[in-house]
């Protein structure tokens, strides 16, 4: 499978690219910086993970043309948030924001543990977006279109604080039919 | 023709001659030596290093790349061993800085001679040009002939001291934090270290003293004197930013300082540093991010957490810190997994370009080589660093001593307490007399 991971200045990157290549078997994973996103071309690829990164949804208009290509986009944390936010829906600031810190989330129908960094939330769902889980608090922690074929985790699966998190990784897979 | 000569000799006979040697340097740059001392049994403990005789040296501008470093550290046989700043670090991460360059971005250094000493078997060994090893020789048997008393080092000296005048004084460094605070609400960056920089001016001061008066009253894991032109480096850190041994990866980032006041429990005070959540927060970030910086040369699948939130005691703090090891891929060397995680993460905060940017508009000093690291290469898979906290710079010249701290800003953090952390941490060049 070849996978595009598109890194928005984060420091977490990597973490995610290791996870991907050590959950998904075969993958072959293509790390580019968000700023040679003009250069790539997104229908070459089976997948697109957007990656973590400092600032707002709105400060990443480049990605308008790898939604346009229409391929399956995974986003995590941010990348969560410029997916919403392509749908048409809403990020805040969220209240005492949190970073590095773990809790335990409901999680298709079990308590699993996830690590959170995160300044902002999304507030609204875009279009088609269904709230697949929230934190204790309601915190949307997941939201997503199979038809579509679009998965956010607000959460950090690349993060030891996520004890598990290749399981995120194989749901992703399912849930944008790449398995 | 180089050669070697291993010997058994008592650890403070080692250290004695590294102490002869760096009381020297100061009297003729020509001799003396540039050495790495170490705490025994401590979690971040290192291999004793001295170098003698000057060989070449690096001397880094702006211009100079990595594999200029690579081919000067690989290049020829022996040990290298040096600084690189922290300014050098924000070259290679991108960052843009205005602030005038007026100190070497990092300066590396062989020898004629070289020594290590192996704590677990109680063995120097030395190597380098016969003539050199020769004289090294003759010093460490002499030194075992006649042992130094047990208060070798230098008294300190008393002499008229000005200032100190920090870079950002208290009102300054509070509204610093409280900036780091809305810029870590905005999403800008999660965590962020803010430094200020303390300036004395003592012209009596004997920089080569002051080392080994430090080193004899508070080790730590990471000391290191090395001589810079008219500069003298005087790094205390206790903290490693990358060791490589074989394939063996480690780095040990610190995060999470209590200081323990005479008659406090340090066991009780251990279990207040663990449990609390925002250190608890500082530290997980700071792992997550060096497992980000070791993971570009490292096996996939290799890179792991150990002993998540140790604590240790150092300079009368508690300090907590983890283990992040991996597997170095079989293709890369040392240099390659130390200039692609540098500067470490602990010292810039997370995300790592964004909070270097951030500082530089915070901080109206430079780092130089405080946050940067003291660098030994002893081959292309062989090589230990620390990170350069409680270091400071001596002048000759001008006899003005600088030296930095700071702390890391999270979300809950109270700009009072960042600064008397900050101040803690500097309370070891601030008061140096004090027992």
């Not at chain 1, 973490?15 to 991907?20: F, S, Y």
């Not at chain 1, 679009?150 to 950090?156: A, C, D, I, P």
């Not at chain 2, 800008?188 to 920089?207: A, C, H, I």
Request: proline share 6%; hydrophobic share 40%; with cysteine.
């Amino acid at each position: 499978m070849r996978i595009l991971l598109v890194d928005n200045a984060d420091s977490f990157t990597r973490n995610l690219e290791h996870l991907l290549l050590a959950t998904v078997s075969g993958a072959d994973v293509g790390v580019i910086p968000y700023v040679g996103l003009a250069e790539a071309d997104p229908a070459d690829f089976d997948l697109v993970v957007i990656s973590p990164g400092p600032g707002r949804p709105e400060d990443y208009p480049a990605y308008a043309r790898v939604f346009e290509v229409g391929r399956p986009v995974l986003g995590v944390c941010l990348g969560m948030q410029i997916i919403n936010q392509w749908r048409g829906g809403r990020t805040a600031m969220l209240p005492g924001c949190i970073h590095g810190r773990a809790e335990v989330i409901d999680w298709n129908g079990q308590r699993r543990q996830v690590a959170r960094y995160h300044s902002l939330h999304v507030t609204e769902a875009g279009r088609g977006l269904a709230v697949l889980a929230r934190n204790d608090a309601g915190v949307i922690m997941a939201l997503g279109s199979r038809t579509h074929g679009l998965l956010g985790y607000q959460f950090h699966p690349e993060s030891f604080m996520t004890p598990e998190g290749g399981i995120f990784v194989v749901h992703a897979l399912d849930f944008l039919g790449l398995r | 023709m180089p050669s070697t000569f291993s010997a058994c000799v008592e650890r403070r006979v080692f250290d004695a001659l590294a102490a002869e040697l760096v009381r020297e340097t100061d009297n003729c740059l020509d001799q003396g030596a540039d050495v790495l001392l170490s705490v025994p049994g401590h979690p971040a403990a290192t291999t004793p290093f001295i170098g003698a005789g000057r060989g070449d040296e690096l001397v880094f501008s702006a211009e100079t790349t990595p594999e200029e470093v690579r081919e000067f550290c690989f290049g020829s046989p022996g040990a290298a061993f040096g600084f690189v700043s922290y300014t050098y670090g924000m070259l290679l991460r991108g960052v843009t800085s205005a602030k005038p360059l007026d100190f070497p971005l990092g300066h590396l250094r062989k020898y004629a001679a070289t020594a290590g000493y192996d704590e677990a078997t109680g063995t120097v060994t030395m190597s380098g040009e016969a003539r050199a090893m020769d004289g090294l020789r003759k010093r460490l048997a002499r030194i075992e002939r006649n042992p130094p008393d047990a208060d070798w080092p230098l008294p300190l000296s008393a002499g008229p001291q000005e200032g100190p005048e920090l870079s950002l004084p208290r009102k300054e460094y509070e509204a610093g934090v409280r900036e780091t605070l809305a810029r870590i609400r905005a999403g800008d960056v999660y965590q962020l270290n803010l430094s200020t920089r303390f300036r004395v001016k003592r012209p009596e001061l004997d920089p080569a003293g002051f080392f080994l008066n430090l080193w004899s009253r508070r080790p730590a894991p990471f000391y290191a004197w090395f001589a810079s032109g008219t500069r003298r480096v005087v790094s205390t850190s206790p903290e490693r930013f990358l060791r490589v041994r074989g394939k063996e990866v480690l780095s040990q980032p610190i995060k999470g300082t209590l200081r323990l006041e005479d008659g406090e429990n340090a066991q009780g005070l251990a279990a207040r540093l663990t449990g609390s959540a925002k250190e608890d927060a500082e530290l997980s970030m700071i792992v997550d991010l060096i497992r980000n910086d070791i993971s570009a040369h490292c096996e996939v699948g290799s890179v792991r957490v150990a002993a998540h939130k140790s604590v240790f005691q150092v300079d009368r703090l508690l300090q907590m810190y983890s283990d992040v090891s991996g597997v170095l891929r079989t293709d890369r060397d040392c240099l390659d997994l130390f200039f692609e995680a540098f500067p470490g993460g602990s010292v810039t905060g997370c995300p790592k370009a964004s909070a270097m940017a951030v500082i530089d508009q915070l901080e109206p000093h430079s780092r130089g080589v405080y946050c940067g690291s003291m660098l030994l290469v002893r081959g292309e898979r062989d090589m230990d660093s620390s990170v350069a906290i409680r270091t400071a710079v001596c002048d000759m010249q001008t006899g003005i001593l600088e030296f930095w701290a700071g702390s890391g800003i999270v979300v809950d953090s109270d700009p009072a307490s960042e600064y008397q952390e900050t101040m803690a941490k500097a309370d070891k060049f601030l008061t140096p007399e004090a027992p």
